[in-house]
């Protein structure tokens, strides 16, 4: 069974810092894993895909990369700013099946 | 465009009724996805549509839920004789397909609570 770990389970850091945030799984036969971000009372909002093939992705000031082969993927936040406070959840599809399996999440708190 | 939309977004029940929670997902998604939130936790996957077939019911905790998705579109979610351990955020989800290029795109979710 894929098991999915994000660390750390909570970060702080003041507003314009550059932070990474981490993902590991132990099953490398993927076909894709996302990066999703969580508001309180509000649904999941997709991040980033990155699939199998793909060693990175970018959005705006996102970039995630893939390691399939050591099963980690780290998601960079570069100038951090209030408004990205919430909590991260790396899922992974693997290709056993349907599913998403999700860590737990990274609580990111970016204060003014 | 519209995004996947739950229904109802909160619902209160007393032990032992029946409750069915709704999903509409994006138009012209084939693939419809339900999972399941505890509080501090990730989603679990409960069940998986391709059109109207359940092609995967692997995460469905025990007989008392079920899933249907009759005309490939809207899908049901049943909780049957619910129990306070149900208490949890249900999440629909739906994709283009299933494979690795594949977002899926999440709901806002419905928070149901059994007293």
């Known amino acids: 069974k894929q098991e999915v770990t994000q660390i750390p389970a909570a970060l702080s850091v003041p507003e314009g810092e550059n932070l990474v945030l981490n993902c590991s799984f132990t099953?490398?036969?993927?076909?894709?894993l996302q990066w999703f971000r969580q508001d309180p009372g509000k649904g999941l909002t997709s991040l980033l895909l990155i699939q199998s093939s793909q060693r990175e992705q970018t959005s705006g000031r996102l970039n995630a990369s893939l390691d399939k082969s050591s099963g980690r993927s780290t998601l960079y936040i570069a100038a951090s700013q209030p408004g990205d406070s919430a909590t991260y959840l790396c899922a992974v599809h693997s290709n056993s099946g349907y599913a998403l399996n999700f860590g737990k999440g990274t609580s990111l708190l970016v204060t003014p | 465009g519209a995004g996947v939309s739950q229904s109802p977004r909160y619902k209160v029940t007393k032990r032992g009724q029946d409750v069915a929670l709704r999903c509409d997902p994006i138009s012209g998604h084939v693939s419809l996805y339900w999972y399941r939130q505890a509080l501090g936790q990730g989603p679990e996957f409960l069940t998986y549509?391709?059109?109207?077939?359940?092609?995967?019911k692997s995460g469905l905790p025990n007989d008392r839920f079920s899933a249907e998705r009759p005309e490939g579109s809207i899908s049901t979610l049943t909780i049957q004789r619910t129990e306070q351990r149900d208490s949890a955020m249900y999440r629909c989800?739906?994709?283009?397909?299933?494979?690795?290029?594949?977002?899926?795109?999440f709901g806002p979710g419905t928070r149901l609570t059994v007293t």
């Open positions: 099953d490398s036969a993927i076909y894709n």
């Open positions: 989800a739906s994709s283009v397909a299933s494979g690795d290029s594949y977002e899926q795109y």
């Open positions: 549509f391709n059109y109207e077939a359940q092609q995967d």
